[in-house]
């Protein structure tokens, strides 16, 4: 009942590492943690879509300054960590799983099925790959709506604002969940909810709470961070008006 | 993070922002401080100068452009809260081009006096289109974003789905090979 020697623990171990590398340079992009693994970087094609790319995006592939350069550095880091975080727990559990099959074999005398194998890996690649996806789509928001959220303010500095109104434009279909309702939308599930700026969480969203996050309500939310300039308001499909040069449709909302 | 741009802003990192700051609050002041304009509504305030209207056939042409701008903004501005898949470009092209048309009439209009209500209207309409350009810059974007986002997932998961399948490959051969030497 000796389980896996320690090659083959060594191999799974491996194989884990050198595909969440991949990953890592796949959805993230060319990171300093995969300065020393530049040897399956260059094995892949550079990637067109990550998350480096999707903050540039977000902001217009405008020149960053440096405060914008060091919350976008902080945010990829932090994507990084729980993709490496997902790895090494991804690497225990195939081993873990496969070496409990191997001793139950070895105990019963009985030699290993290919396919019962490639049953116990393939679950557990799958379970990492959806928390993968959760993971990824989760960080995608994030990167979307702060690059949004750091031009919002660039812009509302521009036109003499230091905390800019914000709402978020609402996909209202038959998906769309309660709780993005309740934060986006006023009473008439028409018109857009304001808020400041200020006002909006940076942390990860928890049901009930009273704000909404810039990372997004739930993994898949489809919700996007926009402005609202001075003087605009919403007619009464809610949809963007000119209102008149002073007018502030956030303090007409929360005044009445 | 609001903090930390004013910061920035206040060091000077915010390139060009104090320019556009105070083009931004001359405009406002402008419009504020302009006696001829209601600064409630928005609209010019009658000054007085009656008898200086301009003849009707060319009044209603300037009211005609001015109402054709103030309704292709009006356009413009319902596409800001609109989801991408119920934009139609086409019509944002068609708009843009219709306000800049439009917004070069009425400036250059030589028919217009300074007492003309649509003359009047002209910076705050100016401070309008700014702003319009400013959103729907941002709105852009967000939608370049959001298609990038869809691209990135799609694309990892699929990367991941083919290289998962590989190692799963690989490590069973390794691990019956293994039991194959003992």
């Known amino acids: ?256 | 993070m609001v903090s930390n741009m004013q910061r920035a802003y206040q060091l000077g990192y915010v390139k060009g922002a104090q320019d556009q700051e105070q083009e931004s609050l001359m405009m406002e002041m402008q419009a504020q401080q302009n006696p001829q304009i209601d600064p409630n509504t928005g609209l010019p305030i009658d000054p007085g100068q009656m008898g200086q209207e301009l003849p009707g056939q060319q009044m209603a042409a300037v009211q005609g452009q001015g109402d054709e701008l103030d309704n292709s903004l009006d356009e413009l501005e319902g596409m800001m809260s609109k989801s991408e898949k119920d934009i139609d470009h086409d019509k944002i092209k068609e708009l843009l081009s219709n306000i800049r048309i439009k917004g070069d009439n009425l400036k250059n209009s030589a028919m217009l006096k300074s007492s003309d209500p649509k003359k009047l209207k002209l910076p705050i309409m100016k401070d309008r289109v700014r702003k319009i350009g400013a959103m729907k810059n941002l709105s852009d974007q967000k939608k370049a974003a959001v298609t990038a986002q869809a691209r990135l997932v799609e694309g990892a998961m699929d990367k991941f789905k083919g290289s998962s399948m590989e190692k799963t490959m690989a490590i069973v051969n390794e691990i019956v090979e293994q039991e194959g030497k003992e």
């Open chain 1, 1 to 256: 009942m000796k389980g896996l020697n320690k090659k083959a623990r060594s191999f799974i171990g491996q194989s884990i590492e050198d595909l969440f590398t991949e990953m890592i340079y796949k959805i993230i992009g060319d990171v300093p943690q995969l300065k020393n693994k530049k040897s399956i970087v260059f094995s892949t094609e550079e990637p067109q879509h990550t998350l480096a790319k999707l903050y540039v995006d977000a902001l217009g592939h405008r020149k960053l300054n440096p405060v914008e350069e060091n919350v976008i550095e902080n945010n990829i880091a932090q994507a990084t960590e729980y993709i490496t975080a997902l790895k090494d727990k991804t690497k225990n559990n195939v081993i873990n799983k496969v070496d409990g099959y191997v001793k139950n074999k070895q105990v019963k005398g009985q030699s290993l099925s290919r396919e019962d194998l490639d049953e116990i890996v393939g679950a557990e690649m799958e379970k990492a790959g959806k928390h993968l996806h959760l993971t990824t789509m989760a960080e995608a928001t994030k990167a979307r709506n702060v690059g949004a959220g750091l031009d919002i303010i660039d812009v509302g500095v521009s036109q003499g604002t230091s905390d800019p109104t914000v709402f978020f434009v609402l996909i209202n279909d038959e998906s769309t969940c309660s709780e993005c309702k309740r934060l986006h939308l006023m009473e008439d599930m028409k018109t857009p909810r304001l808020w400041k700026f200020s006002e909006i969480s940076q942390d990860y969203h928890k049901k009930g709470d009273p704000t909404p996050s810039i990372n997004g309500l739930h993994p898949h939310c489809r919700c996007t961070l926009t402005y609202l300039a001075l003087g605009f308001g919403f007619d009464s499909s809610g949809l963007v008006k000119w209102k008149a040069p002073n007018f502030d449709a956030y303090k007409e909302q929360r005044e009445g």
